[in-house]
């Protein structure tokens, strides 16, 4: 048997690990439930037909496909088949690419059921079949919260609030929070005289971070735009404080185009609902985010002590489920990509020590008598909340002494027969060496004497 | 667009489920926790040729290959295939089938950098590819804990320590738990003068519950068997509670063959490490859960006050990474299956009501100007812990009721223009019925009052 090994761009979470994404998930789910989103899951597979065409032609060649079981190939011609054309026939389900297609087709397909407003959120695994590479997997998590079946501004303040909590939680200070709107930018380029390359504006001016200043003006340049439009768009494509003394200043540009009117009178409300929360939030207008679906406000956080790309994105949409056939839900959500941001805790070194503990003491036997002497002791221990294990084996102290530096366990008891005969016990902190003697009934208050 | 669907055999956990759901999984992982186990995740895809050859014929067949990406077909001559020849040349991934093989592959992979004894829990779902029937799926979750690298028998009496807790913490009362050891299968095979047949037999006898005690005499006589060897079979494959004189009995009979002295003498260890622990655990001498991959004591929990096959089983290995290469790692570990568990709690009714709870509180704004004027009360209910809403809009009260009912908000606070002015809010238990009038800074006591 040939070394194993695990598919590319997939992952172990080894504990270490986990004990940092643990803190990461269950940190935006407590913030997610004091809002009062409710959790959903939905299977990793779904039908290829929910799947196909909701991503662009790009998503549908990432989409993974699972092979029909049993005798797949029954009744096909292979004569003339290419991969393109065969993969239809012999696979009719596919791994969910994002979370939001399948919360789209949950809601239609449950919606007589459903109490809307619905605010749900959803912390599973994606598989896209993107070329790996330095903090891209094939397999990942997404952490989402999206409210369905209201236009109310105040689910957009309450995400500026959830956002302020989720980082406030994590300890993540260096941050910034960008907010644009589609019907700003639309306004924009009308005002730009360009609004017949609204789509591909986006598109180019979504690069900035990439190509910088220069290079949108460039590919806007070749689009066909002539100097007085680029101008016009670099005037407005910047970024601001949100406040009402930007948005007068934009309403006095703007505000004779219907479009910039609904969104500078948005983004006020937005402002008045979102209270002190509102604080250093920036107005991008240059932010678009690709995803044409979004029709109101459009979300960004970015990492500002560390190099790297947005750690959470989302916006209004207002028709996420009228692909399967239920019109008019407006809705709004965002998702925290939870592989980022661990990198970025990670880097400024924001997890907390605590979050790496799996077991608080340990009892080490020095002979078998010792071994059922502790279990007494671990059984009460545990029954009041205590992570306890007893070393399995009598084997030499170094060795178990390793295992708890290995593990981070806190404390140590180590029992032999001086210890069974006078039932005085030393519990020791191997953080700061110190060693306490005690009666063998009293570890606990020990424990919670730091 | 057809209406929208799911695969068959798979499931969306709508957030009635979820709550419960997550009662099970956070109480047994708050057990495995207790006793110093700690988080693994493995990635859903694993190689096929991790997979493939460790569930039997059978499970090869009920493995979800995923199609490779890209034109798979290339340099794949299509003259003469059929389905079982083509899947190796277009599948390389497949879906983990249980948690135990990726484990295996964990542990051989990351060998020098693991503290040995490993004690690891895993909870994340598994697919088959089995025909969908009631209460089997083919998307499901398995909740696992195993040490690997010791064979102390303080292990077998922690697992029994854990199915107590876990079942405690669930409340669930009426079940029992189920013990035997492989060397006394063996034993009781060679006592019978049928140790040539041991592997069928183990299956025979595994049938038991479903065939009865005649099936099984019956299956065995068609083996070959002759009466005095059914005899004797069936005289030990009983059921009886594990202890002392039990054992005294077994040894009497099976003491002088080397395989029957082995088992008895580990389970009086057992008895002896599990203290009180062991009241009630029966000791099943027809117990073999077909994996012969166990070679020492083999668990197994029913429950008794449900029409329902067992919720858990586990057991001793001695090889389980051989496969990959890395021989003597001993390890034990045990699996609950958390559907038929969901199933089990639903019937008994154990599920507490208050993990149902979404929200604790909804203000119900009667105008828009109530809207701005609940959030900070709002968010200063959700600093101090609390699960917090506000409708999103000043719709017709009756609306905002049955949406707090329909989620099962407990407290509502109705905010009109009276409320406003006088700064005194009616703070209404949705249960009781009970309204109690306080100042708006005042909610929270009244929340804390019951």
Chains 1, 2 share one sequence.
């Not at 990461?24 to 989103?37: C, D, H, P, R």
């Not at 670099?234 to 949100?242: D, G, V």
């Not at 960004?300 to 949409?317: C, D, F, L, Q, W």
Request: a negative charge.
């Amino acid at each position: 048997m040939s070394k194993p090994s695990i598919p590319q761009g997939t992952r172990d979470f080894s504990p270490g690990v986990m004990a940092k994404r643990k803190f990461i998930l269950s940190t935006i789910e407590s913030v997610y439930k004091s809002y009062g989103f409710m959790p959903l899951e939905t299977p990793a597979m779904e039908n290829l037909n929910t799947l196909t065409g909701k991503y662009g032609d790009e998503g549908d060649q990432l989409l993974f496909k699972i092979l029909n079981n049993g005798d797949y190939l029954k009744d096909i011609n292979l004569q003339e088949v290419s991969s393109k054309t065969l993969s239809p026939k012999i696979a009719d389900r596919g791994l969910r690419y994002d979370l939001t297609v399948p919360l789209a087709r949950y809601v239609v397909m449950n919606r007589n059921d459903i109490a809307f407003p619905f605010k749900r959120y959803q912390m599973q695994p994606v598989w896209r079949a993107d070329r790996p590479q330095k903090g891209r997997y094939r397999e990942f998590w997404q952490c989402d919260a999206d409210v369905l079946g209201t236009d109310s501004l105040i689910c957009e303040a309450d995400f500026i609030r959830i956002y302020k909590d989720v980082f406030a939680r994590l300890g993540l200070q260096g941050y910034e929070l960008r907010i644009n709107h589609r019907r700003l930018l639309e306004a924009i380029c009308i005002k730009a005289g360009a609004s017949q390359h609204f789509k591909t504006i986006t598109i180019i001016i979504d690069k900035t971070d990439k190509i910088g200043a220069d290079g949108v003006a460039r590919e806007l340049g070749e689009l066909g735009l002539d100097q007085n439009a680029i101008a016009t768009l670099s005037q407005f494509l910047t970024k601001s404080e949100l406040n009402t003394s930007t948005l007068n200043m934009l309403e006095a540009n703007l505000g004779d185009i219907p479009e910039g009117k609904k969104a500078i009178d948005d983004l006020r409300k937005v402002i008045e609902l979102s209270g002190s929360a509102i604080a250093n939030v920036a107005l991008d207008c240059s932010l678009a985010r690709g995803l044409d679906y979004y029709t109101g406000c459009i979300f960004e956080a970015v990492p500002t002590s560390v190099k790297m790309g947005s750690i959470s994105g989302g916006g209004r949409y207002d028709d996420l489920t009228g692909v399967f056939g239920l019109k008019d839900i407006s809705g709004i959500g965002i998702s925290f990509g939870i592989d980022r941001l661990f990198d970025v805790m990670e880097e400024l070194q924001l997890f907390p020590p605590a979050g790496m503990l799996f077991t608080d003491l340990l009892f080490c036997p020095m002979d078998e008598t010792a071994i059922a002497y502790c279990i007494p002791l671990a059984d009460q221990l545990r029954q009041n909340g205590f992570k306890v294990e007893i070393y399995p084996s009598a084997t030499k102290l170094k060795k178990q002494l390793d295992y708890a530096n290995n593990k981070g366990i806190s404390w140590v008891v180590v029992v032999g027969e001086d210890e069974m005969q006078s039932g005085l016990l030393s519990v020791k902190n191997m953080q700061s060496g110190q060693q306490t003697k005690t009666e063998s009934t009293k570890i606990q208050e020990v424990l919670q004497s730091v």
